[in-house]
């Protein structure tokens, strides 16, 4: 125990579980969002409402193309952190850990999903 | 003997009992909007997949998003998304242990409701 330092012994005890790694990823991602989300607001915006052949040329091109990409997995994997505190605050037991694994497989899925979709509009 | 007043202790103040404010009532709309953008994600990923399918599919997907209802969903997300975009910028603030003081976070808040009013009626002016 001598050789054990403060951080170690608290480590997965109580509160102190994974520590701020939960904390630090949601910040981690907010700050991408608050960058990310004006541009995509202002790139996906004016491309609703276009036809089959100016949304599928509009995001032929690099930059939309990116954002959209970027702005969908770091808002599902910000989602995936928030949707789980959300869960853990109202629901316990077993429908707590099955709510969060759902939501976590829905996360990635819907991820995936967009980035594969934009994928195949842009190549 | 320490359960002897077990279920007649008083209890802390609930939700139901509490006086709204506008530091609680911002900070539960932080949540409600972050959580309920997962249905215009839902809608816009759909959009997305259908696009990079085919035309007809892409109709599909487009004439939903672009109905009334459509249209109703992605205003209010649009809003949510300034709202819980600007809420999350007053967190990553006060995460620096500044503007926690009452006053200042009162005016956050007020900054934060019509700020998402302006960004969403702009957004709308500019797209």
Not at chain 1, 40 to 55: D, K, R
Not at chain 2, 7 to 36: C, D, E, F, M
Not at chain 2, 55 to 82: C, Q
């Amino acid at each position: 125990m001598a050789y054990l330092t403060d951080r170690k012994r608290a480590m997965g005890m109580g509160a102190a579980k994974s520590g701020v790694h939960h904390f630090w990823a949601m910040k981690v991602s907010s700050v991408a969002l608050v960058v990310l989300i004006p541009l995509f607001v202002f790139t996906f915006g004016p491309a609703l409402g276009g036809t089959y052949a100016e949304v599928t040329a509009y995001f032929a091109r690099p930059f939309p193309a990116i954002i959209a990409a970027a702005t969908i997995w770091v808002s599902m994997m910000h989602f995936k952190g928030g949707v789980q505190t959300l869960i853990e605050d109202y629901v316990h037991g077993l429908a707590q850990k099955v709510l969060i694994i759902a939501t976590i497989c829905l996360s990635y899925a819907l991820a995936a999903t967009g980035v594969f979709a934009i994928a195949r509009l842009a190549f | 003997m320490a359960d002897v007043n077990r279920g007649k202790r008083p209890l802390s103040p609930h939700l139901q009992i509490y006086r709204p404010q506008l530091t609680s009532v911002t900070s539960i709309l932080t949540r409600i909007t972050g959580n309920a953008l997962i249905v215009a994600s839902f809608l816009i990923v759909w959009w997305f997949l259908a696009a990079s399918t085919s035309e007809s599919y892409f109709n599909l997907a487009n004439a939903v998003l672009t109905s009334w209802f459509g249209d109703l969903v992605m205003l209010g997300s649009l809003w949510a998304l300034w709202y819980h975009t600007l809420a999350g910028i007053r967190h990553l603030i006060w995460d620096n242990a500044i503007g926690l003081d009452i006053p200042t976070a009162e005016k956050l808040g007020w900054a934060v409701v019509g700020g998402s009013v302006v960004l969403t009626i702009l957004t709308l002016l500019l797209i």
